[in-house]
């Protein structure tokens, strides 16, 4: 589990003080709110305080129906507090789906392994 120093370089205005743990008040369901699906993430980045995400879907070009393109779907901007917590919510589902046998852990290849 990792948590974010409250003395890092992040701007004063955006320093949290509170867990992201403890209860900031009620949680309020917004049924309108999209459903976001993404076959996966372009890039993960951290710039001006903010951690950035760009998401992408594969989708078939319909002029050939075949091939297959990566298009943005969407940008997850959040504060690094919040990037932490989500990691570690990430990482606790990681482990279910181990045990699950959903996924399974990869040793990586050496250089003198790779071709």
Do not use: W
Request: hydrophobic content about 40%; some cysteine.
């Amino acid at each position: 589990m990792f948590v974010v120093d409250a003395g890092a370089n992040i701007a004063p205005n955006q320093t949290e003080s509170r867990d992201m743990n403890q209860s900031s008040g009620k949680i309020i369901d917004r049924h309108e709110a999209p459903d976001i699906f993404c076959d996966g993430a372009l890039g993960i980045g951290f710039r001006h305080n903010v951690c950035r995400i760009t998401l992408y879907s594969e989708r078939v070009d319909a002029s050939d129906g075949k091939t297959v393109n990566r298009v943005v779907v969407g940008h997850l901007s959040m504060h690094p507090t919040g990037f932490v917590d989500l990691y570690n919510k990430m990482s606790g589902i990681i482990e279910q789906l181990k045990k699950a046998g959903v996924v399974q852990a990869t040793v990586p290849l050496s250089r003198d392994q790779v071709i």
